[in-house]
T-cell receptor, first 113, second 110 residues
Framework: DTAVSQTPKYLVTQMGNDKSIKCEQN?????MYWYKQDSKKFLKIMFS???????INETVPNRFSPKSPDKAHLNLHINSLELGDSAVYFC????????????FGEGSWLTVV | DAKTTQPTSMDCAEGRAANLPCNHS???????VYWYRQIHSQGPQYIIH???NNETNEMASLIITEDRKSSTLILPHATLRDTAVYYC???????????FGAGTRLTVKP
């Protein structure tokens, strides 16, 4: 009964491929996020959605497209994968006000070869 | 959003209190101080947060100075499992929602 679950946990793929990472939260939260943690371990926010509406869209290449079919899901689709996309991607969610706690998933390790 | 400054790394003996400092000298009156930690290969985990008053929960205590320009996270009896990177974050604006700095790498040693 993991609160924020991501699949797959590990993904190795070739340059130029298109891949998706799925995220689901069973906490009933209305805001979901994607974060990227690169090899230098900096954790950077990429997107946030509130009630299926895009709220934050950082300077992320448009090869990255988040999709929120419903409040409980926020999937990350990446087109034309590049070596620099190799990172750990974390999904997270939060309920209500901006000050509320954010809960993170366990991460998806993406390696582009 | 106020910026935070934390030491790059700290060591602590097992069973001792770990005191992790954070400077946030430009914090504004409505910004909260949050602490998260990230144990190796796991997602970040919420620890505690506060606005003005000191806070305590089952994991840690948060001491915020009266001028709110700095704070200290206290793990009262550190264990080996507390070895992690600890992030101090201040935020209120939705556009700066939970932005992480470099954090402090705490190593608890036997």
């Amino acid at each position: 009964d993991t609160a924020v679950s991501q699949t797959p946990k590990y993904l190795v793929t070739q340059m130029g491929n298109d891949k998706s990472i799925k995220c689901e939260q069973n906490l009933g939260h209305d805001t979901m996020y994607w974060y990227k943690q690169d090899s230098k371990k900096f954790l950077k926010i990429m997107f946030s959605y509130n009630n299926k509406e895009l709220i934050i869209n950082e300077t992320v290449p448009n090869r990255f497209s988040p999709k929120s079919p419903d409040k409980a899901h926020l999937n990350l689709h990446i087109n034309s994968l590049e070596l620099g996309d190799s990172a750990v991607y974390f999904c997270a969610s939060r309920q209500g006000e901006i000050g509320n706690t954010i809960y993170f998933g366990e991460g998806s390790w993406l390696t582009v070869v | 959003d106020a910026k935070t400054t934390q030491p790059t790394s700290m060591d602590c003996a097992e069973g001792r209190a770990a005191n992790l400092p954070c400077n946030h000298s430009t914090i504004s009156g409505n910004e909260y101080v949050y602490w998260y930690r990230q144990i190796h290969s796991q997602g970040p985990q919420y620890i505690i947060h506060g606005l003005k008053n000191n806070e305590t929960n089952e994991m840690a205590s948060l001491i915020i100075t009266e001028d709110r320009k700095s704070s200290t996270l206290i793990l009262p009896h550190a264990t080996l499992r507390d070895t992690a990177v600890y992030y101090c974050i201040v935020r209120v604006d939705y556009r700066n929602d939970m932005r992480f700095g470099a954090g402090t790498r705490l190593t608890v040693k036997p």
